[in-house]
């Protein structure tokens, strides 16, 4: 397909469970913010924490946005220029980029617990779940404590957050602005020599030429540190936009006691994907009403404008919408 329009997007599922209607939520406006541009699609697998991951969560999830009707251009299943896209075997790239950070001084070695790496490094999803920002602890340090610190314990190793805000302007959310040092100094490889995600995510999106980022609002707060990342890296920043969160007919955020919100449990039990499809066109602001519809159909649709800021709201009677409005 070359170079049809310049425009890259990625779909970047963390198979650690199966795709939930929110993950086919946030999918299926990516595959439209990319396809009404005339733009590619690849596929990559954020398979770094693997303890917490699944081959077969990988595979699945690739039948479910296939059944939703959203295809990709390259990905694990079908090889492409940009490979290998399984972020598990990607880290020569990751080294490289550490070496590169290393050089310019934006790296520093960490000793504090491993409570408060793991909090830090594995989460990617935005501030509030990584509790209070790091307060920059060791970054001070001098030779000699770091020399003493280093016989005693491995070290992780963190991004020194340059003193500057960061200001960007987001396709859905609209201008955003993070303060000086936002979250603070974040973790690049835990003490393990797991790699941080969000430098997996920076040196992927620069490595695959992703000029588009659509993605759920939980990771805004990360945006900052993936702008400062890139800059860093010498990568153009891709344009971000933060579809909203999907929440459960109460509010809270999707789990599993607001019944079963698998896709792939959606499709066993006889739904269509026009019925799904339709009720999130619908949702997001694509639509007036939840009438069935498949993604290409909404192409046309698709502007940024529409889509709602911050979070969207199933109505109680979610599930019964995409029955009745499943084609047979
Ligand atoms: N892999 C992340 C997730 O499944 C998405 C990362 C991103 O889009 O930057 O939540």
Not at 134 to 155: D, H, Q, W
Request: with cysteine.
């Amino acid at each position: 397909m070359g170079e049809r329009s310049g425009i890259r997007g990625r779909f970047a599922p963390t198979p650690s469970g199966l795709l939930h209607v929110g993950n086919a939520g946030t999918a299926l406006l990516a595959w439209l913010q990319v396809r009404s541009r005339g733009g590619e699609i690849a596929m990559r697998i954020e398979d770094l924490d693997a303890p917490r991951c699944k081959p077969e969560w990988a595979v699945r999830a690739m039948e479910d946005l296939r059944w939703l009707g959203l295809d990709w251009d390259e990905g694990p299943d079908i090889g492409g220029p940009r490979g290998p896209y399984e972020q598990s075997r990607r880290g020569t790239l990751y080294d490289a980029a550490l070496g590169v950070l290393e050089r310019q001084g934006y790296l520093y070695p960490c000793y504090c617990s491993r409570a408060d790496l793991l909090s830090l490094a594995g989460a990617p999803h935005g501030l509030a779940s990584e509790g209070a920002a790091y307060p920059g602890t060791c970054r001070g340090l001098s030779e000699a404590e770091r020399f003493e610190r280093a016989a005693a314990k491995t070290p992780s190793q963190r991004f020194a957050m340059p003193d500057k805000p960061v200001a960007f302007a987001d396709g859905i959310a609209g201008e955003v602005v993070y303060p000086a040092g936002a979250g603070g100094d974040f973790v690049v490889k835990r003490a393990d020599g797991i790699i941080g995600y969000q430098l997996a995510v920076t040196v992927d999106d620069g490595e695959m030429g992703i000029t588009h980022v659509l993605r759920g609002w939980d990771l805004l707060d990360s945006t900052p540190r993936q702008l400062l990342l890139a800059e860093a890296l010498g990568y153009p920043p891709p344009k971000y936009s933060h579809a909203p969160l999907m929440l459960g007919p109460d509010g809270n955020r999707l789990a599993k006691r607001h019944g079963d919100i698998a896709v792939s449990a959606l499709r066993e039990s006889g739904i269509r994907p026009e019925g799904l499809i339709g009720l999130l066109a619908w949702l997001y602001g694509l639509s007036d009403r939840p009438e069935p519809a498949s993604a290409s159909e909404l192409i046309p649709l698709f502007r940024e404008e529409l889509i709602p800021h911050g979070s969207v709201r199933l109505p109680d009677d979610w599930r019964a919408i995409c029955e009745a409005r499943s084609r047979r």
